[in-house]
C-alpha cells in the first residue's frame, strides 16, 4: 500500500475528490491532509470525511525537520492541492519525483511565484487567452517548474469571467487529478 499525505492552504476541494476517490482502494492510502493556514475550508472537509487534517507552521516547515521528518515516517508521495508555499529543498531531495503538484493553467505559461488560484485565472482572462488549463507535474527546486506529468486544455469564451474560468479548471482538476496521481503511484512499483 502506497500511503499518500495531501497539502492544502484553501478550500480543499481538490483534497477532498482526492480522498474520495482512493476511499476504497487497495493500493492508494490517504494518510491525512496537512495545512498551513488555521481558518482553511479544507479542516472542515476532513472532519466530515474522517481524516486528519494537521496544522502547521512556518518555521515548522520551512526552517526545520519538523514536517519533513513527519513526511519520511508517513509518506511515500506527496499530493500538493491547492498548496501556496514553496517545497524546501530538503524535502525536494527527500522525496525526488515522490511530490505531485497541479496548477491551474498550462505551464510554462502563468506559473511562478504569486501564481496561483484566482491570481492565474484574472491573467488569463486580462490576456485573452482563447484556451486555458491544468498543469500536473513533479515539484523541484522552483515554483511550478518540475517536469510535467500531464496536461489537459479548455476552451474559453471571451464572456467567462474568472470565477467562470476557475469553475471550468475546477472541472478539469476533479476529472484528472485522482486518476494522475494513481498512474504515478502505480507507475513507481
Ligand atoms: C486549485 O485550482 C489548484 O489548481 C490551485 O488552487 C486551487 C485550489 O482549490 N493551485 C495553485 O494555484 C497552486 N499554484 P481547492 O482548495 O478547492 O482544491
Redesign the pocket.
Known amino acids: 500500500m502506497k500511503r499518500v499525505v495531501i497539502f492544502?492552504?484553501?478550500?480543499?476541494?481538490?483534497?477532498e475528490n482526492i480522498i474520495k476517490y482512493f476511499e476504497n482502494s487497495s493500493h492508494v492510502s490517504v494518510q491525512k491532509v496537512f495545512c498551513n493556514k488555521k481558518n482553511a475550508?479544507?479542516f472542515d472537509r476532513c472532519l466530515h470525511l474522517n481524516i486528519a487534517c494537521e496544522w502547521f507552521s512556518r518555521e515548522e516547515f520551512s526552517y526545520s525537520e519538523v514536517i519533513l521528518n513527519k513526511l519520511k515516517d508517513q509518506a511515500d508521495f506527496i499530493v500538493?492541492?491547492?498548496?501556496?508555499w514553496k517545497i524546501p529543498e530538503p524535502m525536494v531531495k527527500a522525496f525526488p519525483n515522490k511530490i505531485i503538484?497541479?496548477?491551474?493553467a498550462l505551464l510554462p505559461k502563468y506559473g511562478g511565484k504569486g501564481?496561483?488560484?484566482m491570481n492565474?485565472h484574472k491573467a488569463v482572462k486580462d490576456n485573452l487567452e482563447k484556451e486555458t488549463g491544468?498543469t500536473i507535474h513533479f515539484v523541484n527546486e522552483h515554483y511550478?517548474d518540475g517536469a510535467i506529468i500531464f496536461q489537459a486544455k479548455t476552451e474559453l469564451e471571451t464572456s467567462d469571467s474568472p470565477e467562470d474560468i476557475?469553475q471550468k479548471?475546477?472541472a478539469l482538476?476533479y476529472k484528472h487529478f485522482p486518476k494522475i496521481i494513481e498512474e504515478t503511484i502505480l507507475k513507481d512499483g
Not at 101 to 104: A, E
Open positions: 492544502a492552504s484553501g478550500a480543499g476541494s481538490n483534497a475550508g479544507v500538493l492541492a491547492g498548496f501556496l503538484n497541479i496548477h491551474p501564481m496561483y488560484g492565474v491544468i511550478d476557475a479548471i475546477h482538476e
